[in-house]
C-alpha cells in the first residue's frame, strides 16, 4: 500500500484512500464544436502510457475529496511529487527519485 | 418540532454496540442537526458561532456546536437537533451551499484507552495523539466504510457513517473488539 | 522425565510441566517449552515424513522457520486443521493431535516410496519430458486424465480442510518509529538503542520467546553475565518501556513500498485450550518510519549422498535441540563441519554426553579458532574429507568417510552438518534492496535499499557474524534510526565464534549425484541440477522452474545458494554470473484467515438496506442485490411464486396503486449560482430555463456520447436542484460531477452533495395515488392542474418535512415521496395503511422493471452498454437543441455515431403471445442463419405483461427504427422463434394515465 501525499490534506495517507483518474493534463477543449474529428478522438482516446515519468491524476475520494496530479515513475511504482489539479507540471530536480 | 405523528427510528436502534468495561465503549451520538456547507468559508462569518477552520484536517467545537474541516471547501457542521433551523437561516442567500444532512449520517462515539487501537483495526491512519491530536477530523475509511473520524480527547473519538453503513461498521467494530487485549 | 533422549538439567524447558500429545496416532510425552520437533526427538522419532517426490524417510532437519522436511497437519477438530505446518514451530501444548503428511498408508511403510525405484523417470524436467503423450487422444489427453490427478493424489504436501474455518482472524494497522524484526542479539541491541530515544518502536519475532540465537547459547557471556542473564535484562528493559511494543510469535512475512511491512501474530495455536472467541492470529500491517532488519543466518546443509536420511541434520539445530530443550538427538554423532561453527556444537554435545565420533571437515586445512579445544576434548578430526555414503533405512546408522570414492565406515545415530551460514535477505529483497555477491563472505549481501525505503540490515543478515559483531550493529544501527549520528556501545562477548564462512555446493562432486538432495523438500539432487545445465538452461531463474528447485513452500531457504553453486560449478562461472531467484512474500506460510480479517460471512462486505427495508423483511419480501444494496424484488403472497407476484402486483398498480421503495436511488444536492449553468454543461438537456418546482429527465454522457447513467431532476430553488441518478451510478456519477466542477469548470460557483442517503423515497403509484396521499399530505394542493406531471413540491407528510416529486416511471398516475431517512419506515406504514384502504399493494424491483418497459423507459446497463447514444434508444428529443456544447456532444456528430446502421431500440412482439424471450438472445433477419452472420442486435429486456396479457421484449436491432412492421428471428436451441417488430412502446403511448 503505498502512501500518497495529499496536496490539500498536506499530509501523506495511505492509498486505499484514493481513487486513480488516468491521465493528467488532458485538456479538455474549450470549444468542441470547432475541434475536427481526428483531434476530438485523440481527446477523448490517446493516451501516453510511458516507462518512466507520467503524470497522472488521482482522487483523495475517502478524504478531502479533491482531484491532483502526480508524478509517478511507472517502472518503480514511486510517487514522486503531487500537485494541485490546473497547476502546471513541475520539474523533477535530479535527486527526486532518490527516496524522501 | 415537538410531537410527530410519525416518530424517528435510527439506523442504530436494536443493534448491540460493542463495550468492554474500562477498556473501550461505543455509543450512539446524540442525534444532531447535520449540515454541508460548502463555499467560501468567510461568508459564514460568525453567523454559525464558530468560524470554520480553514486549517486542514481541523475541527473547531463550542457547545454543542462543532465545524469539521472536510475539503479546502466543504465543512461539517454539528449543532443540537433543535437548532437545525437556525442554523439554516443563518446560511441563507449565500452563494454558497448548505445541504441538510441530519439524517444521512449517524454519530458513534469511541471511548476509553483502547479506543484507538479499536479504530485500527480497519483504518489505516495513524491515531498515535502526537500524529492524530485532539481536535483533528478527517474523512478516511474503517475496513471497508468510509468514515469523518474527529479526535474529541485524548482518549474519545467521534465518527459519522452514512446511515446505510452503520450495521457494518457496528458489525465490524464488534468483531473487531475480540482482537483488542484486555 | 519427558523422552528417554532428554538431559537432566538446563535449557529454557520446565521440566515439570509434562504434555501429553500424538503423531500419527501413537502417544508421547512432552515438557513445557517444547516444539513438536524437540519432543519427538526427545523420544527419539527422527522419522516424521516422506519426500515429495520419491517418498523418502524424511527426518527434522533443522529448528526453525526453514524446515523442508517436518511438517505436520495438527488437527484440533471442528474445522480447527492446519497442514503444512513446520514440526519446528509448532510449540507443544497438552493434547496436541499431529500428522504426519504424504505417506500411505503409515509413515514407516509408504507405498509410494516404490517412486525412489524410477528415480532416473523423475529427474529434472520429468513433468515436461514425461506426461504429454500419447497423442493419440488428443492434445495432452494424457495428462489431463492420468498424470496430473494421478501426481496430485501422490504429491499430498498436506490436506486442506473442508470444513469452513470456525476461527476468527483479526487485522491491526500500526505505525512507528523505528520496527525491528528479528529479536535475536542485534534486533535486541537495536531496538535497546531505538527505545533509549523515547522512539515507537515494535520488535517482533517468529518464536514464541524473544532472543533468537541466544536462546540456545550455553558458554557465551555478554557484559560479564552469561546470555541467559543479559538477555532476560534486555527484554525487561523493553517491556518497561512505555512506547516499545514487543510481539514475540509474530513473522514478518512481506516488506512492500514504503517501508510498510505485513507481520503475522499467531495468538492462540500455542494454547491448550484458547479461549473459543479469541482470535487464532492477527494480521499487523506496519508502516515504519525506519524499519532494522535483523534476520539472521540459516546454516546450509552439506551436500553428499544420501543426505538425506532421518537423523541427518543442521548442525547447529541438533545444539538448539540440546541447548535449549535439553535434548539429545543421538548417541553418537559425526560431525560434518565445513565451517567453524560445527566445532562449537561438537563441543557442546560431548558437554551434554553425546558421544562425537568424529569430526568431518571438508576444507583442506580444517577449522581454526577452536579446533585446540575440540582436540582438547579428544574428538577427532579428518579434515579434507567428506561423507561419501551413508547406511540406515529409517535412521541414519553410518557413514562412510572419505576423500573420493572409498574410504571408512563409521558407526552413529545421528549426523550434524553445517555447510556455513547463509545471510538471511528475504525481507531485504522483497523491499526491492539490491543484493551483491559479498566474495570474502560467499554470500549475497544487502548493498543498497531501494528509493522510498528508510531501512537497515543488522549483524549475520548483513554479513556481520558473531554476537558481538552482531550487538554492536544493531545497537548503531537502532540509534541512527531515531537520529543518533554516532552512538556506539562496545559490547564484550566471551567465548564468540569469530569465523562463520564455510562452502558452498556439493562437498564432493562426482560421487552418487542423484541422491545428493539439495532441496530436500522438492526432492532436487546435484544430478537434477547439471542435467538442466547440460540441456542448455543458464538462468538460474530457468534452472528453478526446469528442476523447481527452490519452489516449495520454503522457497528454498536451506537450498538456494548450494544450488546456485552447483549450476555455477557445471556452467564454469562465477555464482554471481549465474544470477539469484527473487525472494516473494511471504516469508512462511500464512493462512488465508490471517489475510482475510474479519472479511468474511456478513463481513465480507456491506449490505446496505434501506430505511423502509424492516417492513419488507417482515412481510416476507425476496430480496435482491442491486450493487450493495438488498432491494425488495417482489411481495409474495401465499405460495405465489414470483411469476405470479409480480403479474399481481403489476395488475394492481395499473387497476389501483402500488407503493415502491425507491430509497437506494443515487440523490445528489446539486447548490450555487452557477447550479443550472452547471446541469446544462452535464447533462443533454436544458435546465437554464427549468422553472422552480419543476422536472426534466435529465441524460447523462460521457465524452464519448454515450449514456452512462439518467434520472429526474427537479429544480428547489433558483440555485438548487435535487438530482437523481440511478442506483449503481450514484458515486459514479458524484464522482464525474466532482472531475468537472473541480478540474474542468472551476469558474462556476457550485457545489455538490450526496443526499441519496439523507432521503426515504416511496414512489406512490396508480389511478388511485392521489387519494392514498391526500389524507397525508398537508401544505400541497395535489390536484392534477396545481401539482402537474414533472413538477416538485415541498410540504409535509405524516407532519414530516418532505420533498414530494409528481413523477412516474411506470405510466401511472404516481409521487415519489422523499422524507428524511429516519421518517422513513413510519411514514412507509402510514402509507401502508392508506394504500389498503384502496386495494393496493407494495411492488417490488421486478415488477417495477415490468412496468417501465410496458411504456419502454430504459434502464440505463439493460437498455444500453456504454456503447449507445441517446438517439439510438429514441432520446434524441431530450437534447437542448440550442447547446453549445455539453458533455458528450461533440461525439455525437463524430461519423461512427451518426451512420446509417447504427442499433436503435424498438420493441418485439413474439409471434407465440405466451412465449417471454430471453434476455441477451440474439436477433437475425433470417429464421436459420449460416454460421458467421452477423446478428442485427439482440434482446434488451423481455417480460410477461399481465395487463397485456402476453409477452414482450425491447431489443437493440441495427437499423431498427426503419425496421418497424418486419418480421424478424431469434434462434435459440429450441428453435428459432419469430418476432413482430414494433415501436419501443405497448401501453398508453400518448401518455394519458399519467397525466390523469
Redesign the interface.
Known amino acids: 500500500m503505498l502512501l500518497i501525499h495529499c496536496p490539500y490534506c498536506r499530509m501523506a495517507r495511505p492509498e486505499s484512500e484514493f481513487r486513480y483518474g488516468g491521465e493528467a493534463h488532458v485538456v479538455r477543449p474549450a470549444e468542441p464544436a470547432n475541434v475536427s474529428d481526428a483531434d476530438w478522438a485523440a481527446f477523448l482516446y490517446m493516451r501516453a502510457n510511458p516507462k518512466g515519468i507520467h503524470a497522472e491524476r488521482w482522487r483523495h475520494v475517502h478524504g478531502c475529496g479533491r482531484f491532483f496530479n502526480a508524478l509517478r515513475n511507472t517502472v518503480t511504482d514511486q510517487i514522486l511529487r503531487t500537485y494541485p489539479a490546473g497547476t502546471p507540471q513541475p520539474a523533477l530536480d535530479a535527486h527526486a527519485e532518490d527516496g524522501r | 418540532m415537538a410531537d ?8 442504530l436502534d436494536g443493534l448491540v454496540l460493542p463495550a468492554r468495561n474500562g477498556i473501550v465503549s461505543v455509543i450512539e451520538a446524540t442525534p444532531a442537526a447535520r449540515f ?1 456547507y ?2 467560501d468559508p468567510g461568508l459564514i462569518g460568525d453567523a454559525f458561532g464558530i468560524a470554520l477552520p480553514t486549517t ?2 481541523q475541527a473547531r467545537a463550542s457547545g454543542a456546536r462543532a465545524a469539521l474541516w ?5 465543512w461539517l457542521l454539528l449543532a443540537a437537533a433543535s437548532e437545525a433551523t437556525t442554523v439554516a437561516a443563518a446560511v441563507a442567500g449565500k ?11 449517524v454519530g458513534l462515539s469511541v471511548s476509553g484507552p483502547r479506543a484507538a ?1 479499536l479504530l ?7 491515531l ?1 495523539e502526537a ?1 492524530f491530536p485532539v481536535g483533528m477530523c ?4 474503517l ?4 468514515i469523518v473520524l474527529w479526535r474529541t480527547a485524548s482518549d474519545a473519538f467521534r465518527m459519522e457513517i ?4 452503520a ?2 461498521v457496528v ?2 467494530l464488534v ?2 473488539l ?2 483488542i487485549d484486555r | 522425565m519427558a523422552g528417554l533422549h532428554r538431559t537432566n538439567g538446563g535449557g529454557r524447558i520446565d521440566r515439570k510441566k509434562r504434555l501429553s500429545f500424538t503423531f500419527d496416532g501413537k502417544s508421547y510425552e512432552g515438557v513445557a517449552g517444547d516444539t513438536l520437533a524437540s519432543a519427538l526427538l526427545a523420544n527419539g522419532v527422527h522419522l516424521v515424513g516422506r519426500s515429495y517426490k520419491y517418498h523418502r524417510p524424511r527426518g527434522i532437519l533443522s529448528a526453525g522457520a526453514e524446515e523442508p522436511n517436518a511438517l505436520v497437519a495438527v488437527d484440533r477438530g471442528d474445522g480447527r486443521s492446519a497442514p503444512n505446518l513446520r514440526a519446528t514451530q509448532v510449540e507443544l501444548y497438552d493434547g496436541l493431535v499431529a500428522e504426519s503428511q504424504n505417506r500411505w498408508p503409515s509413515l514407516a511403510y509408504d507405498v509410494g516410496a516404490v517412486n525412489g525405484l524410477f528415480s532416473p523417470l523423475l529427474a529434472a524436467g520429468f513433468y515436461y519430458k514425461t506426461f504429454m503423450g500419447p497423442r493419440l487422444l488428443g492434445s495432452n489427453w494424457a495428462w489431463h486424465k492420468i498424470y496430473e490427478p494421478l501426481i496430485r493424489r501422490a504429491a499430498g504436501l498436506g490436506k486442506a480442510p473442508t470444513q469452513p474455518d470456525p476461527d476468527r482472524y483479526a487485522n491491526g494497522f500500526a505505525h512507528c518509529d523505528v520496527l525491528v524484526v528479528g529479536a535475536g542479539p542485534a534486533g535486541l541491541a537495536a531496538a535497546l538503542a531505538a527505545a533509549e530515544s523515547g522512539a515507537r518502536v515494535i520488535l517482533c519475532d517468529e518464536q514464541a520467546e524473544l532472543g533468537g540465537s541466544l536462546l540456545s547459547e550455553w558458554s557465551i557471556e555478554i557484559d560479564g553475565v552469561p546470555a541467559a542473564a543479559w538477555l532476560a535484562e534486555a527484554v525487561r528493559t523493553l517491556a518497561a518501556s512505555p512506547r516499545v511494543t514487543l510481539l514475540p510469535r509474530t513473522q514478518a512475512f512481506g516488506y512492500f513500498a514504503q517501508n510498510f511491512v505485513a507481520l503475522a501474530e499467531r495468538l492462540t495455536d500455542h494454547l491448550a485450550k484458547p479461549e473459543p472467541s479469541a482470535p487464532r492470529e492477527r494480521l499487523w500491517q506496519v508502516r515504519a518510519k525506519h524499519v532494522v532488519l535483523a534476520t539472521g543466518a540459516i546454516e546450509r546443509p552439506v551436500v553428499f549422498p544420501d543426505n538425506d536420511r532421518p537423523g541427518i541434520m543442521l548442525a547447529d539445530a541438533a545444539r538448539t535441540y540440546v541447548n535449549r530443550y535439553g535434548v539429545r538427538c543421538g548417541s553418537r554423532a559425526v560431525v560434518v563441519a565445513a565451517c567453524d561453527s560445527g566445532y562449537a556444537t561438537a563441543l557442546d554435545l560431548r558437554r551434554a554426553g553425546v558421544d562425537v565420533a568424529m569430526i568431518v571437515d571438508p576444507r583442506p586445512s580444517g577449522g581454526s579458532a577452536v579446533s585446540g579445544a575440540v582436540k582438547a576434548a579428544g574428538i577427532a578430526v579428518e579434515t579434507g574429507a567428506t561423507v561419501i555414503a551413508t547406511r540406515g533405512r529409517q535412521r541414519v546408522s553410518a557413514v562412510q568417510i572419505g576423500r573420493a570414492t572409498s574410504g571408512t565406515w563409521v558407526r552413529c545415530d545421528h549426523v550434524l552438518m553445517t555447510g556455513g551460514w547463509t545471510p538471511s535477505v528475504h525481507l531485504f529483497s522483497q523491499s526491492r534492496g539490491k543484493l551483491a555477491w559479498d566474495e570474502a563472505a560467499q554470500a549475497f549481501l544487502p548493498a543498497s535499499v531501494a528509493p522510498g525505503q528508510s531501512q537497515r540490515s543488522v549483524g549475520a543478515c548483513r554479513g556481520a557474524f558473531g554476537i558481538a559483531a552482531a550487538l554492536e550493529d544493531g545497537f548503531a544501527a537502532g540509534g541512527e534510526a531515531v537520529g543518533w549520528a554516532a552512538r556506539a556501545r562496545d559490547f564484550k562477548v566471551a567465548s564468540d565464534v569469530a569465523d562463520f564462512s564455510g562452502v558452498l555446493g556439493a562437498s564432493n562432486p562426482g560421487a552418487h549425484e542423484s541422491k545428493a538432495f539439495v532441496d530436500f523438500q522438492h526432492d532436487v539432487t546435484v544430478r537434477d541440477l547439471k542435467l538442466a545445465a547440460q540441456e542448455g538452461f543458464r538462468s538460474i531463474e530457468h534452472v528453478k522452474r526446469y528442476t523447481t528447485t527452490g519452489m516449495a513452500t520454503d522457497q528454498g531457504k536451506t537450498s538456494n545458494l548450494n544450488a546456485l553453486a552447483i549450476v555455477a560449478d557445471h556452467l564454469g562461472k562465477p555464482v554471481p554470473a549465474v544470477g539469484l531467484t527473487t525472494f516473494r512474500q511471504p516469508y512462511t506460510p500464512v493462512t488465508f484467515g490471517t489475510i482475510a480479517g474479519a472479511s468474511r460471512g456478513d463481513l465480507f462486505d456491506p449490505v446496505r438496506r434501506t430505511p423502509c427495508d424492516g417492513w419488507a423483511q417482515a412481510v416476507g419480501a425476496v430480496f435482491e442485490d442491486v450493487g450493495a444494496w438488498k432491494r425488495a424484488r417482489h411481495f409474495p403472497e401465499g405460495s405465489e411464486d414470483m411469476h405470479a407476484a409480480v403479474a399481481r402486483e403489476c395488475r394492481i398498480v395499473r387497476s389501483a396503486v402500488g407503493m415502491f421503495d425507491a430509497s437506494t436511488l443515487g440523490k445528489i444536492e446539486v447548490v450555487g449560482p452557477d447550479a443550472a449553468e452547471f446541469l446544462e454543461r452535464l447533462y443533454i438537456n436544458p435546465f437554464q430555463k427549468l422553472g422552480v418546482g419543476r422536472c426534466r429527465y435529465g441524460v447523462l454522457l460521457n465524452e464519448a456520447g454515450f449514456i452512462i447513467d439518467d434520472g429526474v431532476i427537479g429544480r428547489i430553488a433558483a440555485d438548487r436542484f435535487h438530482v437523481t441518478t440511478t442506483t449503481g451510478g450514484a458515486a459514479r456519477v458524484l464522482n464525474m460531477m466532482e472531475d468537472y466542477a473541480q478540474t474542468e469548470f472551476p469558474e462556476l460557483k457550485v457545489w455538490l452533495t450526496s443526499t441519496t442517503e439523507q432521503w426515504a423515497v416511496i414512489a406512490v403509484q396508480g389511478p388511485k395515488a392521489r387519494e392514498v396521499l391526500a389524507p397525508l399530505v398537508e401544505g400541497v394542493d395535489l390536484d392534477a392542474t396545481a401539482f402537474p406531471h414533472m413538477s416538485v413540491k415541498a410540504g409535509r407528510i405524516c407532519d414530516v418535512d418532505a420533498r414530494i416529486f409528481r413523477v412516474s416511471f411506470t405510466g401511472e398516475l404516481g409521487f415519489e415521496i422523499n422524507v428524511p431517512a429516519d421518517y422513513g419506515a413510519a411514514v412507509w406504514e402510514a402509507v401502508w395503511r392508506e394504500v389498503q384502504k384502496h386495494g393496493g399493494c407494495a411492488y417490488g424491483t421486478e415488477s417495477m422493471h415490468v412496468l417501465r418497459a410496458e411504456k419502454g423507459f430504459i434502464i440505463v446497463g439493460q437498455e444500453t452498454d456504454g456503447t449507445v447514444t441517446p438517439d439510438d434508444v429514441g432520446l434524441g428529443w431530450a437534447i437542448g437543441k440550442s447547446k453549445r456544447d455539453f458533455v458528450g456532444l461533440r461525439s455525437l456528430s463524430r461519423p461512427d455515431i451518426v451512420r446509417s446502421g447504427r442499433k436503435q431500440l424498438v420493441g418485439l412482439l413474439t409471434a407465440d403471445p405466451k412465449l417471454v424471450l430471453e434476455e441477451g438472445a440474439q436477433v437475425t433477419a433470417e429464421a436459420k442463419p449460416r454460421v458467421g452472420t452477423p446478428a442485427l442486435g439482440h434482446v434488451t429486456s423481455a417480460y410477461w405483461s399481465a395487463k397485456l396479457g402476453r409477452s414482450i421484449a425491447l431489443a437493440l436491432v441495427a437499423d431498427g427504427r426503419a425496421r418497424i412492421g418486419a418480421r424478424l428471428n431469434i434462434p435459440m436451441p429450441s428453435g428459432d422463434v419469430s418476432v413482430d417488430v414494433v415501436a419501443p412502446v405497448f401501453l398508453d403511448p400518448k401518455g394519458e394515465r399519467l397525466n390523469g
Do not use: W
Request: charged residues 25%.
Open positions: 410527530r405523528i410519525v416518530g424517528r427510528r435510527s439506523v454541508i460548502r463555499g486542514p484536517m472536510l475539503g479546502p471547501d466543504e452563494p454558497a451551499a448548505l445541504v441538510d444532512v441530519g439524517h444521512r449520517q487501537a485500527n483495526a480497519g483504518c489505516p491512519l495513524d498515535d500524529e478527517t474523512r478516511t475509511i475496513a471497508k466504510a468510509e452514512a446511515r446505510s453503513f450495521p457494518y458489525a465490524f468483531e473487531a475480540h482482537g
